[in-house]
């Protein structure tokens, strides 16, 4: 059974940095596009990014351009959120995805980690 465990969040200030880690266990990490996803309150779920499973070809939603950079560690089973220069508004629950059976569309979710950005 394939289960992911996000980790890493936390309350930080405007212009901060924090890394999210989403680690993989119980299947073949490194066959599956890992994506990352968040959702705010009062929101729709919105995608923050994705990689495939070379590591190559990363996709960015266009929100986060140019802030957040995902890469994996196929090694450590781990994918990573570095996320640059914080905005309140990236304020969310963020969530890890794997298994895309879809546009956006993904099999299996993790449970999420809380994201604060305070002014």
């Known amino acids: 059974q394939v289960q992911l465990v996000e980790s890493g969040g936390g309350l930080v200030q405007a212009g901060d940095s924090l890394r999210l880690s989403c680690t993989f266990s119980?299947?073949?990490?490194?066959?599956?596009?890992i994506a990352w996803f968040r959702r705010a309150p009062g929101k729709e779920r919105e995608f923050v990014a994705s990689?495939?499973?070379?590591?190559?070809?990363?996709t960015y939603g266009d929100s986060v351009k140019g802030r957040f950079t995902i890469s994996r560690d196929n090694a450590k089973n781990t994918v990573y959120l570095q996320m640059n220069n914080l905005k309140p508004e990236d304020t969310a629950v963020y969530y890890c995805?794997?298994?895309?059976?879809?546009?956006?569309?993904?099999?299996?979710w993790g449970q999420g980690t809380q994201v604060t950005v305070s002014l």
């Open positions: 990689i495939e499973k070379t590591g190559n070809g990363p």
């Open positions: 119980g299947g073949t990490f490194s066959i599956y596009t």
């Open positions: 995805a794997a298994d895309r059976t879809g546009w956006r569309q993904y099999r299996y």
